[in-house]
């Protein structure tokens, strides 16, 4: 059923010019890890009080060692467990770099579901848009090409 989903997904890739676009600023290494960030900082310094602008830098702090620890458990996993890219077993039309390392469990899903998670026990509406985000960020390296479905779910559930 994996290798189906990625097939279909990368089926839809050049269907048209804006969608491939979009897919490539999507699946690119940087969107969504800088907004994630972005937002992290932002909360820094945010706060009209002093107490609400300490609530919102220890979420920037829980935020930082959630994606320390959500890159720790990958890299264990990668250590314990190698799976191949949908690239390598599968003929997709790739519109991203070769990634060498394992494809289980997606490392960029566990960063951004590990950001979202973060922000959203504090703040409800930004953590539901950056949990947006990291789907999409998810949905656009199935659609590549770069990792299965399963690779993305196990990420999101370390994330």
């Given at each position: 059923?994996?290798?189906s989903?990625?097939?279909?997904?990368?089926?839809?890739?050049?269907?048209?010019?804006?969608?491939?676009?979009?897919?490539?600023?999507?699946?690119?290494?940087?969107?969504?890890?800088?907004?994630?960030?972005?937002?992290?900082?932002?909360?820094?310094?945010?706060?009209?009080?002093?107490?609400?602008?300490?609530?919102?830098?220890?979420?920037?702090?829980?935020?930082?060692?959630a994606?320390?620890?959500?890159?720790?458990?990958?890299?264990?996993?990668?250590?314990l467990?190698?799976r191949?890219?949908?690239?390598?077993?599968?003929?997709?039309?790739?519109?991203?770099?070769?990634?060498?390392?394992?494809?289980?469990?997606?490392?960029?899903?566990?960063?951004?579901?590990?950001?979202?998670?973060?922000?959203?026990?504090?703040?409800?509406?930004?953590?539901?848009?950056?949990?947006?985000?990291?789907?999409?960020?998810?949905?656009?390296?199935?659609?590549?090409?770069?990792?299965?479905?399963?690779?993305?779910?196990?990420?999101?559930?370390?994330?």
């Amino acid at each position: 059923m994996d290798a189906s989903i990625v097939l279909w997904l990368n089926g839809l890739v050049g269907w048209s010019a804006p969608f491939d676009a979009l897919v490539e600023a999507l699946v690119s290494d940087y969107l969504a890890p800088v907004w994630g960030s972005l937002v992290l900082m932002g909360l820094w310094f945010h706060g009209f009080s002093s107490a609400e602008r300490f609530s919102n830098q220890l979420v920037t702090i829980a935020g930082a060692l959630a994606v320390g620890l959500a890159n720790a458990q990958v890299a264990i996993v990668n250590q314990l467990w190698f799976r191949n890219r949908p690239f390598v077993d599968l003929d997709v039309n790739v519109h991203f770099y070769l990634p060498t390392d394992s494809s289980f469990p997606a490392n960029p899903a566990g960063v951004g579901f590990a950001i979202a998670t973060v922000v959203f026990i504090r703040h409800r509406k930004l953590g539901g848009a950056l949990y947006v985000l990291a789907g999409l960020w998810s949905i656009a390296r199935v659609t590549t090409g770069v990792h299965y479905p399963s690779d993305i779910l196990a990420g999101a559930a370390i994330g």
